[in-house]
């Protein structure tokens, strides 16, 4: 490994650095029925890593939106300690659910006492895993559970992007749901078709810029043929907001891949063996 060695000002002793490569750490998010989020931090494939035993581990995580900071201390004592129970995911309490698309978070090995690292990562990005399946990739939608709901699905518009809403009868997670033939052929295109209609009313476009709602927009305008939105809201001169914004669903419900993940569920259900009614 190739280790940064960094000579101290004013001292003839050399300080040596370890840099940890992104790819060597995972870091997932959890968040719980009623909101409050956590980061599952997994370093098991670093407790080999030349780290001093007497540092003390840390996150930083920084939100590029608002160009904020936080801190959090990861596990107890000090790395020497901590490294015979990396074998299992460290999870740290954060409060409220992180955006993948503002977020970057850095793994700091510091000094006891001191605000000197020996060890970092780069910056590290939470993986985008919700929904997937409408851009291969990339989310449009966020998801989250509520215990408290009576509806098994219920699509939520807030300013970081559309969000669905998982009751008790709901899909238990994001990728559970993109395996649900009804959620993906129903209640996606619906979700679709509301989150336009409210960019449409948006008659100033004020709203519905930041986070989830930018990848969404442009994949509406592309669907569509379209250069910008304001092309699609040029649609309402002949046309009312609800035609608008069927045609849009419609675009999403016919794009290649979207239509092939569809298919192939619908003849997973299919296929299914008949349960015998006594």
């Not at 997937?132 to 219920?154: A, H, I, L, W």
């Not at 298919?263 to 063996?273: G, T």
């Amino acid at each position: 490994m190739k280790l940064k060695v960094l000579a101290s000002v004013g001292r003839l002793t050399a300080e040596t650095i370890v840099p940890i490569p992104n790819d060597q750490v995972e870091i997932s998010q959890e968040v719980d029925a009623v909101g409050e989020a956590s980061l599952r931090v997994d370093l098991s494939r670093i407790v080999h890593f030349p780290i001093p035993d007497k540092a003390e581990v840390f996150l930083q995580v920084k939100n590029n939106h608002l160009m904020t900071r936080e801190g959090f201390r990861v596990g107890e004592g000090s790395w020497g300690e901590m490294k015979p129970k990396a074998a299992n995911p460290f999870v740290v309490p954060v409060g409220k659910e992180r955006s993948p698309l503002k977020t970057e978070i850095i793994v700091e090995f510091t000094k006891p006492g001191e605000n000197k690292y020996v060890a970092h990562t780069g910056h590290i990005r939470l993986p985008d895993t919700q929904a997937e399946v409408m851009n291969g990739g990339q989310s449009y939608f966020r998801t989250r559970r509520n215990e408290k709901s009576k509806r098994p699905v219920m699509m939520i518009m807030e300013p970081d992007g559309p969000v669905f809403e998982f009751g008790p009868m709901g899909p238990k997670s994001g990728p559970m749901a993109e395996t649900d033939f009804s959620f993906c052929a129903i209640a996606a295109i619906d979700g679709v078709e509301k989150a336009v209609t409210y960019m449409l009313f948006d008659e100033e476009d004020e709203k519905y810029h930041d986070g989830y709602w930018e990848g969404f927009r442009n994949k509406v305008v592309s669907l569509m043929g379209k250069k910008k939105f304001s092309d699609i809201r040029d649609m309402l001169q002949s046309s009312t907001v609800e035609e608008v914004a069927l045609d849009c669903a419609r675009a999403f419900f016919n794009d290649r891949n979207f239509y092939s993940h569809i298919r192939k569920l619908y003849q997973q259900q299919v296929e299914e063996p008949a349960i015998e009614q006594e």
